[in-house]
């Protein structure tokens, strides 16, 4: 057994969670239970945080989340709920945080127990192990109230307290309650995510959908899965051609970003230059050829609306001031719209190294994790570094202010005042689901804009 391998309730404590024996966890190792879902806390301490990349799409229940598949709802989740039927519980069925399948699995892999556990050696139960509590629920839960798992089902049921589906996590899929697959946008805090994406009902069954938004518990068995350091990460899950240091991503021009700075789920090679540009380095992602035709020169109108690039001084006040040691000027970079940076992503290839299909335009939880950890991978880094720009003398960017020489795209916001079109926006950057995110922060979700496009690669297909 792992040296750390918790042997005792006394153990979990510590951890603000519950003890698992092996015997009633699959047989493989002891386990300590976080004590409250991923996003939740109790009158014992706090459960597994919500990561920083998926604050903004965590949603009060009810309202709807702009990024489906990488959500949370968190207060009254459930419809009819209570705290009676496991007598001395402390966690109510009520205001149980649910959260979809990506966000329940990095929280976990992130969790170190407020600093008591290093990064990696908390994760999601995996299914065996699940099945396995589920059969010794009389043991581990039923009427042991708040020195159980207080795990809570949808119905009356003997020794859980109740937590109904609710319909108050709209943007969630289609699910399947009894025979009726057509209900979607539910709330489901019975159903339990597992490491592999598979949902158990806390009274039996599961669900393949990792679209729903479900309860999520962590666990720890003293192992540490995910190393904290760069140098020493592995991961057996990966897909085989996953990045694993800089100088995996030298060959393809690209700037290597570790997965706990990239949201938590795979390594990034990150183009050096944006869409339509080159440098010392090297060369970016071509704009793709069916929009070659829409490339203008900075200034030049363009007469196909959204699907248009423009190339040359594309900013206002720019410079390679303000990132010691960069060679990708803020003054020149190509920008283009969605379409346009969408299908060059798709399209490149990083001159034949990669088939077409394995890059993309970031998600939009990998560029907000990004930007927590930009002075890790940009700020001050030169030409070792993403380079992003600023509209500002920002320490650590580069500065390329936006500039009225993109005429023919949609009007923009930029501060109070939404009435200026025809802005090129080289410090904005596109994501996979066309919203843009600003280099030192904030969204806007307009799609005929003209900004910035890097491209990552991960080793998979994205076809």
């Not at 705290?83 to 009520?94: I, V």
């Not at 394995?358 to 030169?382: D, V």
Request: net charge neutral; aromatic share 10%.
């Amino acid at each position: 057994a792992p040296k750390d391998e918790p042997k005792s309730q006394a153990d979990c404590d510590k951890l603000t969670a519950i003890f698992v024996h092996k015997k009633y966890a699959g047989g493989m190792r002891n386990l300590c239970v976080s004590k409250y879902n991923v996003g939740d806390s109790g009158p014992s301490g706090s459960g597994p945080s919500i990561p920083a990349a998926y604050v903004n799409y965590t949603m009060s229940a009810g309202q709807s989340c702009s990024y489906p598949g990488y959500c949370c709802w968190k207060g009254n989740t459930a419809a009819s709920c209570s705290m009676t039927g496991n007598a001395g519980a402390d966690y109510s069925g009520c205001n149980r945080t649910v959260c979809q399948w990506h966000v329940a699995n990095e929280a976990c892999l992130l969790w170190t127990a407020n600093g008591k556990t290093p990064v990696g050696s908390w994760r999601l139960p995996d299914s065996s192990e699940f099945a396995s509590l589920l059969n010794y629920m009389y043991i581990l839960n039923n009427d042991r109230g708040k020195d159980g798992l207080q795990l809570c089902s949808s119905g009356a049921t003997t020794g859980f307290v109740q937590c109904y589906y609710s319909t108050k996590c709209p943007g969630t899929g289609t699910v399947v309650i009894g025979s009726n697959n057509t209900w979607a946008g539910y709330c489901l805090p019975f159903w339990n995510w597992t490491s592999s994406g598979v949902l158990y009902n806390s009274v039996g069954g599961t669900d393949p959908t990792d679209n729903e938004a479900a309860s999520a518990r962590c666990v720890y068995d003293g192992l540490v899965r995910k190393a904290s350091s760069v140098d020493d990460y592995d991961d057996s899950n990966a897909p085989s051609n996953e990045p694993k240091s800089q100088a995996d991503c030298d060959k393809l021009t690209a700037i290597f970003v570790h997965k706990k700075y990239a949201g938590g789920m795979r390594n990034l090679c990150v183009s050096k230059y944006n869409v339509g540009d080159s440098g010392p380095s090297g060369s970016g992602p071509s704009v793709a050829a069916e929009y070659q035709q829409y490339i203008k020169a900075a200034g030049q109108s363009c007469n196909k609306a959204g699907s248009c690039c423009w190339r040359g001084n594309t900013a206002g006040t720019c410079g390679v001031l303000g990132n010691a040691g960069a060679d990708y000027s803020g003054c020149n970079r190509t920008v283009c719209q969605y379409n346009a940076a969408n299908a060059s992503c798709k399209a490149y290839t990083a001159g034949g190294k990669t088939p077409a299909g394995y890059w993309r335009l970031p998600e939009g939880p990998e560029f907000s994790a990004m930007m927590q950890h930009i002075g890790e991978i940009n700020n001050n880094k030169g030409a070792n570094g993403l380079q992003l720009c600023s509209s500002g003398a920002t320490t650590g960017f580069v500065q390329c202010y936006y500039s009225t020489k993109c005429p023919g795209t949609g009007t923009v916001v930029i501060g109070s005042n939404n009435t200026w079109a025809g802005y090129c926006l080289p410090f904005w950057n596109w994501t996979s689901s066309g919203v843009l995110y600003n280099s030192v922060g904030g969204t806007d979700p307009t799609d005929n804009e003209a900004a910035s496009a890097r491209c990552v690669y991960d080793g998979a297909s994205h076809t």
